[in-house]
């Protein structure tokens, strides 16, 4: 079953670049949190790529 799922983020510069460090190096992650299993990794590496197609960045200014 397929689910969409919608997020709406308001970070930093440095939040961003995390973001994006993570959404660059979908095989280092996926490594890093499950390291003895391929099929659990195959799957991070699908979620981040699907995430860094999506991520849309919109510059606003907040008034306060």
């Known amino acids: ?14 939040d961003l670049d995390a973001l994006r460090t993570l959404v660059d ?9 499950t390291p003895h299993d391929p099929r ?3 799957r991070i590496i699908d979620v981040l790529a699907e995430i860094k197609s999506q991520i849309t960045i ?3 200014e907040v008034r306060e």
């Open 40 to 42: 659990e990794q195959a």
């Open 58 to 60: 919109t510059n606003y």
């Open 1 to 14: 079953m397929t689910m969409r799922f919608t997020l709406n983020l308001d970070l930093n510069a440095n």
């Open 25 to 33: 190096h979908p095989k280092a992650v996926a490594a890093a949190a």
